[in-house]
């Protein structure tokens, strides 16, 4: 009976044991229920995070093939993860070519167990896009090995599309800032030192743009008056917005220039900076000085010219009465000699009192038509017979350690004014002479013919055909350079003001250029000067005799003619001279 008892709450006590071990299962296996549901609900939860996300994760393993890829490969690449799987770089098709060797390279380096962060490159979508990923990758290491990679690729394509929008904006801005004539240059407001010249700044003062940033304007000395430059560096600092301050300040060749400087506030390289802007006004303020100049010489021949007028008109009476009593005087002789020989020489003197006059006469005309500021009608000329004519006239006052070589028996017309002419032969020879004064030396007049065409210099601005050149060379002191690019400059002249006003060479250029020609001047220290000057050759016509004898007005020593009659000058007309005869 007691083994019985015994034997019951043995098997009461197992099955109590039972019931706490099934109670313990029933419990193990909801906790594992309820862990599997949670895995189950984070893997739906994560998964759809992946699907919204821009970030692609896969791994691969240490031969390069894909061992897993996230859902979202297919919205950001057009391909479905299973598409990869299994498949190395290559065989996916989906990386640049161009940046497959830099990928290889990297996922080595994983693979040696080394993070890889930030890694761009470029991937080929299905539609034929282009889309740019920042890669990077971490090891998983198992019993000191790395079994695989995981990788997290991070779509960056509007990143990159906005960097070159903003890169090719920038260069764009850089075009502009390095084209603009005016000198633009980036201050910081902190320290006044310069973050950005463009070229103009470093064509106008001098200093290129590797010594120009990181300085100031102080240390760059760039100030003519430091008071001016320090009331500026104290607008800079207070970022006080500038409009056309007027400054002077020093290239570094030493140069002072005049210039207007505006400035603007912004923000460069993340700190507070002034854009500054100088304009370099020299030439303006040259040419207004200039023009201030040139408005007093006008004043001055204004006055000249009413001067001229006056003793124009008073001398032309006293020439009119030299012309008459010569005609007269000479018909008397003829009347009462009845053309004796003895009287010949009388008739002689009395005809070259007469040209004399007329010579007179005609530079009276010209100082009428300066002071009147008008200009004759080019007609045809014999532009060899001109130019011996005026070396006539010159010869005489040659000094004598000059030698006169003249080569002008080209025969040729042109469309000219001889008085005009006449003064440029005289500008050139003066300024000839005037070259070898300290030693003797060789003064060369010459006239050729030329023929223009498609070969000739293309500044010379000529009409194709044949010209005349006349040339007028030297073996004096020569110019420089620097000379020889101011010749033709109004009011320059390497004489002084004691010498001249520096005009002659400018007319000479003016008259030529009316006449449709050109000048050229080739000159070297200590080699002489040479003036080459090209007129268009006229066409010969039928009335050119007739046109000769008009325009040849500069008198030439000649016998009188058998009659001796000559003209006399008639009144003033219109503050010109009357010419009812002509000299032949």
């Not at 991937?123 to 896009?129: V, W």
């Not at 400054?247 to 500054?276: H, I, K, N, W």
């Not at 080209?410 to 005289?426: A, E, N």
């Not at 420089?480 to 004489?495: A, C, M, N, V």
């Amino acid at each position: 009976m007691e083994d019985e008892r015994e034997k019951v709450r043995k098997l009461e006590d197992e099955l109590e044991e039972t019931r706490l071990r099934v109670r313990e299962l029933e419990e193990a296996l909801a906790r594992r229920q309820r862990t599997v549901d949670a895995l189950r609900e984070d893997d739906e939860k994560y998964r759809f995070h992946f699907l919204l996300a821009n970030d692609v994760m896969f791994s691969y393993d240490d031969q390069f093939k894909v061992l897993s890829v996230s859902p979202n490969v297919e919205r950001i690449l057009g391909y479905k993860p299973e598409e990869f799987i299994g498949k190395t770089f290559y065989e996916a098709g989906v990386l640049d070519p161009e940046f497959m060797n830099q990928a290889v390279a990297n996922a080595l380096r994983v693979l040696s167990g080394e993070t890889v962060f930030g890694s761009v490159y470029r991937f080929l979508p299905r539609d034929g896009s282009v889309r740019y990923g920042e890669i990077s990758g971490v090891p998983i290491i198992h019993d000191g090995k790395v079994v695989k990679v995981v990788t997290v690729a991070r779509d960056i394509t509007a990143r990159i599309s906005m960097e070159d929008t903003l890169r090719a904006s920038e260069e764009r801005y850089r075009t502009t800032l390095e084209g603009l004539p005016d000198a633009v240059s980036i201050l910081a407001v902190e320290n006044c030192r310069y973050l950005y010249v463009n070229e103009a700044f470093s064509r106008i003062t001098g200093w290129p743009a590797a010594e120009a940033v990181g300085k100031s304007p102080v240390e760059l000395d760039l100030a003519e008056n430091e008071r001016d430059l320090e009331e500026f560096l104290a607008l800079v600092r207070e970022a006080v917005p500038v409009d056309g301050l007027e400054c002077r300040c020093r290239s570094r060749r030493g140069d002072v220039l005049d210039t207007f400087v505006s400035a603007r506030p912004v923000e460069y390289d993340g700190q507070g900076c002034m854009v500054v802007v100088m304009t370099d006004v020299t030439a303006v303020r040259r040419i207004e000085e200039e023009k201030k100049l040139m408005e007093i010489q006008s004043q001055k021949f204004e006055s000249l010219g009413t001067l001229a007028r006056g003793i124009a008109h008073d001398f032309n009476n006293i020439l009119t009465t030299i012309i008459g009593y010569t005609r007269m005087s000479i018909k008397d002789i003829l009347a009462r000699t009845a053309g004796e020989d003895e009287f010949a020489s009388v008739r002689g003197d009395l005809e070259e009192v007469r040209r004399s006059a007329l010579r007179a006469r005609d530079l009276v005309e010209q100082i009428l038509l300066f002071s009147r500021h008008t200009e004759k009608p080019l007609v045809p000329l014999d532009l060899g017979e001109a130019v011996r004519d005026s070396l006539k006239i010159l010869r005489p006052i040659l000094p004598g350690t000059v030698e006169l070589v003249q080569t002008t028996d080209v025969p040729g017309l042109i469309m000219g004014d001889p008085r005009q002419i006449h003064q440029v032969v005289t500008n050139l020879c003066t300024n000839a002479v005037h070259a070898m004064r300290d030693t003797r030396g060789r003064l060369e007049v010459g006239l050729a013919r030329v023929n223009v065409d498609d070969t000739f210099r293309p500044d010379a601005g000529l009409p194709r055909g044949p010209c005349l050149k006349l040339t007028v060379s030297d073996t004096g002191t020569g110019m420089t350079e620097g000379t020889l690019s101011r010749i033709f400059d109004p009011y320059f002249s390497t004489r002084g003001k004691e010498h001249g006003t520096g005009l002659g060479l400018s007319v000479v250029n003016g008259i030529v250029r009316s006449h449709g020609g050109c000048i050229f001047c080739t000159s070297e220290p200590g080699q002489g000067t040479t003036f080459e000057i090209f007129f268009p050759e006229a066409a010969p016509r039928a009335d050119d005799e007739a046109a000769r004898t008009h325009v040849e007005r500069m008198p030439r020593p000649r016998k009188p003619a058998p009659d001796g009659v000559g003209g006399v000058a008639g009144p003033v007309r219109d503050g010109v001279p009357a010419s009812p005869e002509k000299e032949h």
